[in-house]
């Protein structure tokens, strides 16, 4: 993932939650980034929440407040009693007008298809917002998972380099 601030927003909607059939991705609050920075906990969250990767976006956030405004960072949270349980985000894309998708769902968690499900609802309201063209991913080789995650999610494998592939879709659903 890229370290800077989101030139391209991901959508006017990005400030109010997204709801799917199982999730709630609730755009990342002031209080839950200096919990997570801070070590804190804040009630409601999954006991195994944050992960390292939930913490890097809060870092992430600290330096970067600027970031919260666009609402790209969004908190993944279970519908069925509301416990967060993963990180949805946006940073700058490959070129003008791309986004770049990471994500991450606690160990306790995984295997319930949330991280495919977060991935489909915000790649489907970013491809919307005025400005955004497409949307990337990388994902390591080593965790067919994710690999998984981005094709079920609708992107197409562009490339590897024998370590990483890199995924993308474009506002006509093609990939990029």
Known sequence: M?????????SARATTDLTTDRLVLRVWTPAAVAAVHGEER?????????AEGDRVV????TGHPE???????????????????????????PEPGT????????????????????????????????????VYAHADLVNPASLRVLEKAGLTRLSDDGTTAR?????GGSAG
Do not use: Q
Request: proline share 4%; hydrophobic share 45%.
């Open 2 to 10: 890229s370290s800077s601030s989101s030139s391209a927003s991901p």
């Open 42 to 50: 804040l009630p409601g969250w999954a006991d195994d929440f944050p």
């Open 58 to 61: 809060a870092g992430f956030l």
């Open 67 to 93: 970031a919260l405004a666009g609402g790209g960072h969004r908190l993944i949270a279970e519908r069925a009693g509301g416990a967060v349980v993963g990180s949805i985000g946006f940073f700058d894309g």
């Open 99 to 134: 986004l770049e998708v990471g994500y991450g769902v606690v160990a306790s968690r995984r295997g319930l298809g949330y991280a495919t499900e977060a991935a489909r609802a915000v790649v489907a309201d970013a491809l919307c917002a005025p400005g955004v063209h497409g």
């Open 167 to 171: 995924f993308g879709v474009t506002a």
